[in-house]
């Protein structure tokens, strides 16, 4: 699993809600990156880091902002919920070596009522 | 036109016989690519990556890439049920070497 895990792991929250998930790794990865994951549309990247306080955006970051103020944790917050960001969640680490592929969490699942 | 795309399936191979999955790519720069394995409720596991022409095995999967035709396949030999899963191609270099563009995946059965 690469070091990596995500809290929490399960989330009912209600619209309008602020919510935020966490990602942490443990090998000092540079790269992590959030995806979600919706039937039909596979895995879309939200938003990425290259580093402490480095970020970009991805595909879909309408809604979400991200933190990274230590190299292990890569916070992902959703200002105010909507039912449109009911998802899977994924963070991701990219491999140091090789063809550089990305390695995953384990995932949340947030639901949005 | 989708920058990665794979057919969705279901598609179904007996046990033992082999399956084949495709992926084709858009981008003609693109530079690497990936195989992962995803079981219903789980993360995508990454299982191959192939960045030259030709073929790439390890163990009973063999990742082939036609960069000539932007088209990349992961052939399962020896098929078994533990095989059953969702197969996402991924490629690098459509925007970069930091992201990943990933196809929707196919879903492959095995029967026993």
């Known amino acids: 699993d690469a070091g990596i895990t995500q809290s929490p792991r399960h989330k009912v929250t209600e619209t309008g809600t602020p919510v935020t998930l966490r990602c942490h790794q443990t090998e000092n990865h540079r790269y992590m990156y959030w995806y979600r994951q919706d039937p039909g549309h596979g895995l879309r990247l939200i938003h990425y880091?290259?580093?402490?306080?480095?970020?970009d955006k991805g595909e879909v970051s309408d809604g979400y902002s991200v933190s990274r103020s230590k190299t292990e944790d890569f916070l992902l917050t959703l200002e105010s919920a909507t039912s449109s960001q009911t998802s899977v969640y994924f963070c991701a680490i990219r491999g140091e070596q090789g063809a550089l592929g990305q390695y995953f969490g384990p995932g949340t699942r947030l639901t949005v009522t | 036109q989708k920058e990665v795309e794979q057919n969705s399936g279901p598609l179904s191979v007996p046990e033992g016989a082999i399956a084949s999955l495709n992926c084709t790519y858009s981008d003609r720069v693109s530079q690497s690519f990936f195989w992962y394995r995803q079981y219903s409720g789980k993360s995508p596991e990454l299982i191959m990556s192939i960045y030259s022409n030709g073929d790439k095995e390890d163990g009973r999967f063999t990742a082939q890439l036609n960069k000539a035709s932007q088209y990349v396949s992961l052939l399962i030999r020896d098929s078994q049920p533990s095989d059953s899963a969702t197969y996402l191609c991924?490629?690098?270099?459509?925007?970069?070497?930091?992201?990943?563009?990933f196809g929707t995946g196919t879903r492959l059965t095995i029967i026993p």
């Open positions: 880091s290259y580093g402490v306080k480095d970020t």
């Open positions: 991924a490629v690098r270099g459509i925007f970069g070497n930091e992201k990943l563009t």
